[in-house]
């Protein structure tokens, strides 16, 4: 079928729609009506996080949907504030709470914080492994890793994330980061997939999109797709909900694929913070 979402299959067995929805920055008060035309639409899959600040919106969309729990992959992290083991238990209680469910898809460490808490995420990442253990997460991953935090979960933790959430679209693309997910079975997910828009007019991106008769932001996240990244693109305009969607019924050559990757501005290229130095817990 044109606009089915594959699954892709992670390395604890479990599987994943590779197009998700996105729920950063939108505002409790439109979450609700944002996710629910997401699911009417076709997405299954809903990221979110307890610093948006609406994980009780995801919820409640989602049990209003008429959709069985299990249809529906949803993700949401821990927060900044609670990487000290007891706090992520209690962090990850409320985060069940908040959505109102016995268990989560998928729950990551938001991000590494490694000047923070002596620079240990491995006893963060160690409590997750336990919430894995009793079944409440299903998978478990990080989100902003950089290479020698994942190699320092290698020598140090059990269990291998299922996903690294990280910074990637035409002007970061991020490469070293995700060939390290590519070798050991980490799977990348790609957040600001269109980089919150400053990429959707490059003449390239527009060139492309003329050629094949499509948006930019069709071009850009069918490049993600073909990458094999995970995406979830944010909207909470219904058309652009529906247009993010509709990537699945065309392709991009590797000519094309190879200008956009081309675009690549390495670290000036980012539109979020750095992790090796964002320290922030919110108040
Ligand atoms: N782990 C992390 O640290 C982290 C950090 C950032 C994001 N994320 C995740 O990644 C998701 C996506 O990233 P993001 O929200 O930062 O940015 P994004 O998805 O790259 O871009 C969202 C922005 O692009 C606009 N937009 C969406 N579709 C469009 C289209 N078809 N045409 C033109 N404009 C369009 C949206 O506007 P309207 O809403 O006005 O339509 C919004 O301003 C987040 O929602 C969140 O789930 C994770």
């Given at each position: 079928m044109a606009h089915t979402v594959p699954d892709i299959s992670l390395n604890d067995g479990n599987t994943i729609p590779q197009l998700g929805f996105g729920v950063y920055?939108?505002?409790?008060?439109?979450?609700?009506?944002?996710?629910?035309?997401?699911?009417?639409?076709?997405?299954?899959?809903?990221?979110?996080?307890?610093?948006y600040g609406n994980e009780a919106e995801v919820g409640a969309a989602i049990r209003t949907s008429g959709l069985d729990r299990g249809e529906v992959f949803v993700t949401s992290k821990l927060n900044n504030g609670f990487h000290r083991p007891e706090d992520a238990r209690k962090a990850f209680e409320s985060t069940l709470s908040a959505?109102?469910?016995?268990h989560i898809d998928l729950f990551l460490i938001h991000w590494p914080l490694p000047t923070r808490y002596d620079g240990d995420f491995v006893s963060t990442w160690k409590a997750l492994e336990e919430f894995r253990r009793d079944g409440r997460a299903r998978s478990i991953g990080v989100s902003n890793f950089q290479v020698p935090?994942?190699?320092?979960?290698?020598a140090e933790a059990d269990v291998v994330p299922a996903v690294n959430q990280?910074?990637?679209?035409?002007y970061l693309t991020n490469e070293q980061v995700r060939a390290y997910g590519d070798a050991h079975n980490i799977l990348t997910e790609a957040w600001s997939p269109i980089a919150q828009g400053r990429v959707l007019d490059d003449p390239t991106i527009v060139d492309i999109a003329e050629q094949v008769g499509r948006t930019s932001a069709q071009v850009v996240?069918?490049?993600?797709?073909?990458?094999?990244?995970?995406?979830?693109?944010?909207?909470?305009?219904?058309?652009?909900?529906?247009?993010?969607?509709?990537?699945?019924?065309?392709?991009?050559?590797?000519?094309?694929?190879?200008?956009?990757?081309?675009?690549?501005?390495?670290?000036?290229?980012?539109?979020?913070?750095?992790?090796?130095?964002?320290?922030?817990?919110?108040?």
């Open positions: 920055q939108i505002e409790p008060k439109d979450t609700a009506a944002a996710v629910s035309r997401a699911l009417e639409i076709g997405y299954r899959h809903i990221d979110t996080a307890e610093m959505l109102k469910m016995d935090h994942l190699e320092r979960l290698a990280i910074e990637v679209h035409p996240l069918r490049w993600h797709v073909q990458r094999g990244d995970i995406v979830f693109p944010k909207s909470t305009t219904p058309k652009r909900i529906e247009e993010n969607f509709r990537i699945f019924d065309f392709t991009l050559d590797d000519t094309a694929m190879e200008r956009i990757s081309g675009l690549d501005k390495g670290e000036t290229g980012r539109t979020g913070p750095n992790p090796d130095v964002f320290d922030y817990i919110p108040a």
